[in-house]
Nanobody, 126 residues
Framework: QVHLVESGGGLVQPGGSLRLSCTAVGFTLEYYAIHWFRQAPGKEREGVSCISGPSGSIYYTDSVKGRFTTSRDNVENTIYLQMNSLIPDDTAVYYC???????????????????WGQGTQVTVSS
């Protein structure tokens, strides 16, 4: 069965770092655009980044540019989100997702229809 599995969330102090992982099961990540989203309590879902399939082009929402880095390991069939200089506003449940159709990103989207992971909680607090 096709699905995504996230891991790596946790509690971190402001200014700290976390690395999230998103592993694909049942399909090959490098052929598709893969998105990171986040949703904080009481707020709308927000697109964080998108990494294209074969080209590997990456897009970020403005609020994370210079702090977050998306990468891909084709051998591990995994996407990573390295988050540095974390701030309390980064607190949210983070999801990876793909529509299993597009190979290239069209930017940072607010939603996709397709396969989603279960989410991983990131809490930034002192």
């Amino acid at each position: 069965q096709v699905h995504l599995v996230e891991s790596g969330g946790g509690l971190v102090q402001p200014g700290g770092s976390l690395r999230l992982s998103c592993t694909a099961v049942g399909f090959t990540l490098e052929y598709y655009a893969i998105h990171w989203f986040r949703q904080a309590p009481g707020k709308e879902r927000e697109g964080v980044s998108c990494i294209s399939g074969p080209s590997g082009s990456i897009y970020y929402t403005d609020s994370v540019k210079g702090r977050f880095t998306t990468s891909r390991d084709n051998v591990e069939n995994t996407i990573y989100l390295q988050m540095n200089s974390l701030i309390p506003d980064d607190t949210a449940v983070y999801y990876c997702a793909t529509d299993l159709y597009r190979s290239n990103c069209v930017g940072v989207l607010k939603d996709v229809s397709g396969s989603w992971g279960q989410g991983t909680q990131v809490t930034v607090s002192s």
